[in-house]
C-alpha cells in the first residue's frame, strides 16, 4: 500500500522557490533543500525527482502565477495604456517592495542556469513569448481604439517593453529609488504615442 504524504506539494514548491530565488541553483545544496522544505529527502526525490526537476517545476509555478496576475492587468485595464502602464508598475512595485532586492526569479535563473540548461531555456523563451503577446494584445488594441499611433510596429514596440521590463528586473537588484523606475515606465508609456 502507497504512503500517503504528509506535505503539501505546492507549500513545498513555493518553498522551493524562495530557497532558489534566495540562493541561486548552484548555491542551492540538497542538504539546504531538505532542511528549507521540511521533508526528507527520500519524500524530495520520490516527489520531485532531484535537485534541477524541483528547480524546473519551481520555475514552470514561478511564472504560470505570475503569467495570472499579467493576464488579469490586461483584462481588466480600462485602456490599452493603461494596461501596459499597469504591467509596468505591477512589475516595478514587486521588485522594489522587495527587501531582499533578489530580482526577478524568472531572469535570474535566465542569467545563472538557462545557458547551460535546455529546460530552463524553454521556460524562459517561453515566458518571454507570453509576455510579449500580452503587450502585442494591449498595443493592438490601443491601436484599434487611437490611443496608439496606428503606423507603429506592434511586434517592434512589444518587444521594446519586454526588454525594458527585463532591464527594470535587473537594475531592481541593486536600485532601490522608486523615481527611477518611474522615469522608466514613464518614457516607456510615451513611446507609444
Known sequence: MARTKDFDETEVLDKAICLFWHK???????????DGLGISRSSLYDTYGDKHSLFVKALERYQQAG???????????ASAREAISQLLELITADLVNDKQHKGCFVVNAEVEVAPHDVDVSNIICKNEQMIE?????????????GEI???????????????????????????????FFDDIIGTTVSVLD
Open 24 to 34: 541561486g541553483y548552484n548555491g542551492t545544496s540538497m542538504q539546504d533543500l531538505v
Open 67 to 77: 503569467a495570472k496576475r499579467m493576464y488579469e492587468v490586461v483584462n481588466k485595464a
Open 133 to 145: 503577446s500580452l503587450f502585442v494584445q494591449a498595443i493592438q488594441r490601443g491601436q484599434q481604439t
Open 149 to 179: 499611433d496606428s503606423k507603429k510596429d506592434v511586434r517592434a514596440l512589444a518587444r521594446f517593453i519586454v526588454n525594458t521590463v527585463k532591464g527594470i528586473r535587473v537594475s531592481a537588484k541593486t536600485i532601490t529609488d522608486r523615481s
